[in-house]
């Protein structure tokens, strides 16, 4: 049987948006492709507008930070006047019918791709998929349902809650296990180890011998260090530098629980 | 006169012409991810991304009149984008500076310890990738990270059908081993 593990499943589910740009970058790649191509200006601003107004839109709150530099850009260049032309092509791109200035342009121009929807499709091939079904072993889980959300959607895996209530589909292992590990790290972050210590225990519980066992190992080290429970810290960290002093870990790890040791 | 007056055939290849700027804008903002990931599976280092995700565009904007209406344009698509990857990856390694896959470090005020968790959580899957022959690899992204049908993927590999199947399965098969590989390392490391 060629059909991958529920684990080897949910890894793929999870990496279909993992590698996906953001929609700041999306903009920037846009509007340095433009003057590549030396597209003209007030297009140019036009689709940057589309794309980060899209952006705002629907980006999660980590991504407004590096999406703030290309929102002002965008709106400079609207208040710098564009902002006309830049509604008129919107309307252009979505279909409707072109205004006078590009009327030669959209002549030229393909009905099928103009009034292509905003976001990611599936191609126009006829009957996709029965000719996966027929040819391809598939993996065990239903993903075509889930490929349009997805897309819209795109890179919402990396913000998974920590408190998050695990999907009840099989697949569900892995991203609750990667959500508790990184849980873990950002209340260490934010300075409450308690939490910390707490998710690394529901870490261990659920996933003793996981994929990030080790991590687990490491980051309990850090959050027992920084509840101030020295002796512990130590200790674990004792058992874990023997255990796995090569990784790249190690090296955070015995930087922890310093104070106080001998030398 | 008459005779001398160019007449146009069916057979004549239509004249090469770019896009639209709409035309163009659509086309990238249908695929721009698309064409971005499959970049980054492709061995791109996440640092050159932007750079490459240009340089595709630029080939679409100039051989825009290549593409055969009615064929799949991701498949079109993410041919250009595996040439420009290998020519990424033969010009970093003519500069001797090639970055596998997992070395990329993530900006920010990570500790190193995000920094290694991160890689381990988000790039198992790119780290599978990086050590897979090429036909496997690209099978596998389309069919499995991409979901594409057997009929593209046969456009887009230019292979038959038996022969997609046959890296698929392979590829995953590769792909569990691979997990079990890491799996038994981690218990060896806890048990001595």
């Known amino acids: ?263 | 006169m008459f005779l001398l007056r160019k007449r146009p055939t069916a057979e004549e290849p239509p004249a090469p012409r770019t896009p639209a700027p709409a035309e163009f804008d659509a086309m990238y903002r249908t695929h721009v991810r698309f064409v971005w990931r499959s970049l980054r599976r492709l061995g791109v280092r996440e640092a050159a991304l932007d750079d490459a995700t240009q340089e595709v565009f630029v080939v679409v904007h100039r051989r825009f009149h290549e593409f055969r209406a009615g064929s799949s344009e991701r498949a079109w698509l993410f041919a250009i984008a595996q040439r420009v990857a290998s020519d990424q990856r033969r010009w970093a390694r003519r500069k001797g500076n090639l970055v596998a896959l997992h070395e990329d470090v993530p900006g920010g005020a990570d500790t190193p310890l995000d920094t290694a968790l991160t890689r381990e959580s988000s790039d198992l899957v790119l780290e599978f990738l990086a050590q897979l022959d090429e036909p496997r690899r690209v099978a596998l992204i389309l069919s499995d990270l991409e979901e594409m049908t057997g009929r593209e993927i046969q456009e887009a590999l230019q292979i038959n059908m038996s022969t997609v199947y046959y890296r698929v399965t392979s590829a995953r098969k590769a792909f569990v081993a691979f997990l079990e590989r890491r799996k038994r390392t981690a218990d060896r490391e806890e048990k001595s």
């Open chain 1, 1 to 263: 049987m060629t059909d991958l593990t529920p684990e080897a499943a949910a890894l793929f589910e999870q990496a279909r948006t993992k590698h996906d740009p953001s929609d700041a970058e999306c903009a920037q790649t846009l509007s340095a492709l433009h003057a590549r191509l030396g597209i003209p200006e007030a297009l140019a601003s036009a689709a940057v507008v589309e794309m980060a107004s899209s952006a705002a839109a629907s980006a999660p709150a980590a991504g407004a930070l590096f999406l703030s530099k290309v929102t002002k850009l965008v709106l400079a260049t609207v208040v710098l006047g564009s902002a006309a032309t830049a509604t008129v092509w919107h309307g252009a791109t979505r279909g409707s019918a072109p205004p006078a200035a590009p009327a030669v342009q959209a002549a030229t121009t393909p009905p099928a791709i103009v009034s292509a929807p905003l976001i990611e499709t599936p191609p126009a091939v006829p009957a996709p998929r029965e000719i996966v079904d027929a040819s391809l072993p598939r993996a065990r889980t239903r993903l075509g349902e889930r490929s349009r959300a997805r897309a819209a959607s795109a890179r919402h895996d990396a913000e998974v809650a920590p408190a998050s209530p695990a999907p009840t589909t099989q697949t569900a292992a892995t991203p609750s296990e990667i959500a508790l590990i990184r849980g873990a790290l950002t209340s260490l972050r934010q300075r409450d180890p308690s939490a910390a210590l707490r998710l690394l225990e529901s870490h261990a519980t659920y996933y003793p011998t996981g994929l990030f066992a080790k991590e687990r190992e490491g980051t309990r080290v850090l959050a027992l260090c920084a509840a101030g429970r020295s002796d512990e810290g130590r200790k674990a960290k004792a058992a874990f530098l023997a255990r796995s002093g090569s990784s790249p870990i190690a090296a955070r790890v015995e930087l922890a629980c310093r104070e106080g040791e001998a030398r």
